[in-house]
């Protein structure tokens, strides 16, 4: 994430992967408002989360399902939250293996940011190539992802998404 201070006072900034420059506080809620829309939209959102591609890292089938309120742990949300929450993990996942995006999957989610999000990661062929498998790769991966994805492949990423769009909300 590109993080500079501003004039804005304590604000932060971002640059979407398409180049797109937004300020923000505290980047889920204004994703969660739609002050911030990601490169290719929102995927899907009910009241409490939405799921979209990560803003900032161009992999395709990277999601990201944010909580629209501010909230950082899993067990501040409701029993049925919860449960909507494994919904949108169970059919995300469904959807990406239908659409041949990939086979398997790494479900990120750390308490330690300010705002509850959850890293629907793909884990495709070159990733193992390139880095190997797991959870202590993913990083490693982002960075690659953010330094050489040449623009046709963020346009791939965006159609991606459109198709991930149809598929989840069929």
């Not at 979407?16 to 408002?33: A, R």
């Not at 990601?38 to 409490?48: L, M």
Request: negative net charge; charged residues 30%.
């Amino acid at each position: 994430m590109e993080n500079v201070d501003n004039l804005i006072g304590n604000s932060k900034s971002m640059k979407d992967f398409m180049g797109n420059t937004y300020y923000y506080d505290c980047l889920g809620c204004e994703i969660g408002k739609k002050n911030i829309i990601p490169p290719g939209g929102i995927v899907y959102e009910d009241e409490s989360f939405v799921l979209a591609g990560d803003p900032e890292i161009p992999l395709k089938g990277f999601l990201i399902i944010s909580a629209k309120q501010h909230k950082n742990s899993l067990i501040e949300f409701t029993a049925n939250e919860q449960h909507n929450l494994i919904d949108i993990v169970n059919k995300s996942i469904m959807v990406l293996k239908k659409l041949g995006i990939t086979n398997e999957l790494t479900l990120v989610q750390e308490e330690r940011s300010k705002h509850f999000h959850m890293w629907i990661f793909p884990n495709q062929e070159w990733m193992t190539e390139k880095f190997g498998k797991g959870v202590a790769y993913v990083r490693d991966i982002c960075e690659y992802a953010r330094k050489n994805t040449t623009e046709d492949e963020k346009r791939e990423i965006i159609n991606t998404i459109e198709k991930i769009k149809v598929e989840y909300n069929k």
